[in-house]
T-cell receptor, first 112, second 113 residues
Framework: AQSVSQHNHHVILSEAASLELGCNYS??????LFWYVQYPGQHLQLLLK??????LVKGIKGFEAEFIKSKFSFNLRKPSVQWSDTAEYFC??????????FGTGTRLLVSP | SQTIHQWPATLVQPVGSPLSLECTVE??????LYWYRQAAGRGLQLLFY??????ISSEVPQNLSASRPQDRQFILSSKKLLLSDSGFYLC????????????FGPGTRLLVL
């Protein structure tokens, strides 16, 4: 069965620090990959997605992610985090019929 | 863009009681609809998905059921709740007007005591 692993469950950073959240998946076929974010008190929303083409994808709010097929990874990065990036981040894989398999999530706390 | 409504936002129910959570979608037609659950310390798990009225697929065996009586209405039910049914339930939609993106509702937090 397909699975998604997020290795960092809780991350605490100071403002302006760089961020990298790990995501690995297990699926042998063609994958669509997503990062979703849930800000406190808000809906889960799409941050960025990869379907094909350039493996480095850019999303909203300065986030980017790199798809490395050989490593089955899709890590999320941001060069300089802000207090407003405090949220929970979920990596997900599309396995068909738009059925998403999610990782367990990473709670990011950015201290001002 | 699509808007997804879920209610109630929070629910506390005794063990053995019935459950009905409702989800409605605006801004699209004939969407694929999904119910996810997030239990404490775990990721989002897909419970059910539907590609059309009356068409329900269950992803995991459980104490819950789903129904889709109308194109943009998706209901999650149980006849008798278990303690293990506690969690955060999210409804999601993927429609023809939404590209390849799933849109999520605000969720229902269920606590079974």
């Amino acid at each position: 069965a397909q699975s998604v692993s997020q290795h960092n469950h809780h991350v605490i950073l100071s403002e302006a620090a760089s961020l990298e959240l790990g995501c690995n998946y297990s699926y042998g076929g063609t994958v669509n990959l997503f990062w979703y974010v849930q800000y406190p008190g808000q809906h889960l929303q799409l941050l960025l997605k990869y379907f094909s083409g350039d493996p480095l994808v850019k999303g909203i709010k300065g986030f980017e992610a790199e798809f490395i097929k050989s490593k089955f990874s899709f890590n999320l990065r941001k060069p300089s985090v802000q207090w407003s990036d405090t949220a929970e981040y979920f990596c997900a894989v599309n396995t068909g019929f738009q059925k998403l398999v999610f990782g367990t999530g990473t709670r990011l706390l950015v201290s001002p | 863009s699509q808007t997804i409504h879920q209610w109630p936002a929070t629910l506390v129910q005794p063990v053995g009681s019935p459950l009905s959570l409702e989800c409605t979608v605006e801004g699209t037609s004939n969407p694929n609809l999904y119910w996810y659950r997030q239990a404490a310390g775990r990721g989002l798990q897909l419970l059910f998905y539907s590609v059309g009225i009356g068409q329900i697929s269950s992803e995991v065996p459980q104490n819950l059921s789903a129904s889709r009586p109308q194109d943009r209405q998706f209901i999650l039910s149980s006849k008798k709740l278990l303690l293990s049914d506690s969690g955060f339930y999210l409804c999601a939609s993927h429609g023809s007007s939404g590209g390849e993106t799933q849109y999520f509702g605000p969720g229902t937090r269920l606590l079974v005591l």
